[in-house]
């Protein structure tokens, strides 16, 4: 396959019908360290650091909250 100019790579039929990856569904791309690896969002296999950063900002978010409402 041959980036085009805006990036795009055509994803082959055989392989959009094997991972049902059908038009609208969101995929992601991840940083490997070979290459990059695309898959569905949400199939859970991506990067296990995500969901935690994810907690620790809306843990961050709440304490700052708190401190504000209490005037710290």
Known sequence: ???TEKGQVPIPMSLRKRY????NV???FLAEADGIRI?????GSSNPFRALR???KKRLAVDRSIEE????
């Not at 049902?20 to 038009?23: A, I, L, R, S, Y």
């Not at 898959?39 to 199939?43: A, D, Y």
């Not at 409402?69 to 710290?72: D, F, L, N, Q, W």
């Open 1 to 3: 396959m041959r980036v």
């Open 20 to 23: 049902g990856v059908q038009p």
């Open 26 to 28: 969101e995929v992601e």
């Open 39 to 43: 898959q569905k969002r949400g199939t």
């Open 54 to 56: 994810d907690v620790v």
């Open 69 to 72: 409402i209490r005037g710290r």
